[in-house]
């Protein structure tokens, strides 16, 4: 197991090293919105409003239906006792030792008191969700925040973003030693808490996709706010106008 998780390491970093090489420009704090390809997006955004209202939505209303709430956040917490390690990994790179240490110790009250994780005594014990990723990685090493997309399925990103979504595909030594019904059974965690997700917050989600005037500019907003506000960026300065008319940013026809 020592072995798997030191080549993750070692693959994690080689793959941060040449991203970061690879950044076309000096760092800086995001200012407003910066989405050259927003035409492009828009397509993007109807698509996956579409996946959402034929598959998502009904599924995970199915699923919230039928599945009871202490077995949904049972699964929930065993999935984010599974990805723990990734944090553990992404807290190393970025430096905070204190925090991976923190997640080291949360995993493994979580998994050996938690019934293997279906249970949060951890959090009980003070022992919060230090959530992170290797977006966040990318931040700390001073890698741009890019422009704004919206991907296929995955939803809105940026650039940065995109790039660690890709990286933390292996930011988590569980998925090197997990095999079989192991693994199957991380995945199935993962899909799960996600439909268990967007069934807690169907009320938000169907507005800004289905009650918003422009669910496009709507979701950008609370994306970019969101993001940045995790990342700890400062937005005082920032164009980012909570009340913004989502027409201001419909292109000219």
């Known amino acids: 197991m020592f072995d798997a998780a030191t080549s993750s390491f070692k693959r994690i970093a080689l793959l941060g090293a040449v991203l970061l090489v690879s950044a076309c420009s000096t760092p800086s704090q995001p200012n407003g919105i910066n989405d050259p390809y927003e035409q492009t997006n828009r397509q993007t955004h109807?698509?996956?409003?579409?996946?959402?209202?034929?598959?998502?939505?009904?599924?995970?209303?199915?699923?919230?239906?039928?599945?009871?709430?202490?077995?949904?956040?049972?699964?929930?917490?065993?999935a984010n006792t599974l990805n723990q390690p990734a944090?553990?990994?992404?807290?190393?790179?970025?430096?905070?030792i204190e925090n991976a240490g923190h997640s080291t110790f949360r995993f493994l009250v979580n998994a050996i008191f938690g019934l293997g994780g279906f249970l949060d005594p951890a959090t009980d014990m003070g022992l919060e969700d230090r959530?992170?990723?290797f977006g966040e990685t990318l931040y700390v090493w001073g890698v741009p925040e890019g422009v704004y997309g919206e991907l296929p399925v995955v939803g809105p990103v940026t650039e940065r973003h995109a790039a660690g979504k890709v990286v933390d595909l292996f930011t988590n030594p569980l998925s090197?030693?997990?095999?079989?019904?192991?693994?199957?059974?991380q995945t199935a965690a993962n899909v799960a808490s996600g439909f268990g997700t967007r069934y807690t917050l169907s009320d938000t989600i169907d507005?800004?996709?289905y009650d918003s005037a422009d669910s496009y500019a709507q979701a950008r907003l609370i994306y970019l706010q969101n993001r940045r506000?995790?990342?700890?960026?400062?937005?005082?300065?920032?164009?980012l106008d909570p009340f913004e008319d989502p027409y201001d940013s419909l292109p000219l026809q």
């Open 46 to 78: 109807e698509f996956n409003r579409g996946i959402d209202r034929i598959v998502l939505r009904p599924t995970s209303n199915a699923y919230g239906t039928v599945v009871p709430e202490r077995a949904r956040n049972g699964i929930s917490n065993f």
């Open 87 to 96: 944090d553990v990994v992404n807290s190393l790179l970025q430096g905070r």
């Open 131 to 133: 959530d992170t990723d």
């Open 176 to 185: 090197t030693v997990l095999e079989g019904p192991g693994a199957t059974a």
């Open 207 to 209: 507005s800004i996709l």
């Open 229 to 239: 506000f995790k990342l700890g960026v400062d937005s005082t300065g920032t164009d």
